[in-house]
Nanobody, 125 residues
Framework: VQLQASGGGLVQAGDSLTLSCAGS????????VGWFRQGPGKEREFVAT????????YYADSVKGRFTISRDKTRNTVYLQMNSLKPEDTAVYYC???????????????????WGQGTQVTVSS
């Protein structure tokens, strides 16, 4: 499975961006597909994910209420709508996928097998 992430950019605090993650596998949109990010000098951290076969989504506390993860089955694409962006959201954002992930592991970087190339999001103050 190949993942193609896109949509990053340079924005000001309070602005919005939408990231896209397109998968090459036709059943990709029923997998567990989510987003992680890695800020400068930081470890990669969980942002949001969806267990799409169950229709459930999960968010990091730091983005809850500001970010929304969604999918378009017809396009094999998962989106991350990011609103009210803050400078601390600055990071390289990666989409990740695995056919299945148990609930207790959905926030774990190591639980995902496939990764996109990353897209830079920079939020200026």
């Amino acid at each position: 499975v190949q993942l193609q992430a896109s949509g990053g950019g340079l924005v000001q605090a309070g602005d919005s961006l939408t990231l896209s993650c397109a998968g090459s596998e036709s059943t990709f949109s029923n997998w567990v597909v989510g987003w992680f990010r890695q800020g400068p000098g930081k470890e990669r951290e969980f942002v949001a994910t969806g267990r799409w076969s169950f229709g459930t989504t999960y968010y990091a506390d730091s983005v809850k209420g500001r970010f929304t993860i969604s999918r378009d089955k017809t396009r094999n694409t998962v989106y991350l709508q990011m609103n009210s962006l803050k400078p601390e959201d600055t990071a390289v954002y990666y989409c990740a996928a695995r056919r299945t992930v148990i609930l207790s592991e959905v926030r774990n970087v190591a639980a995902y097998d496939y990764w996109g190339q990353g897209t830079q999001v920079t939020v200026s103050s």
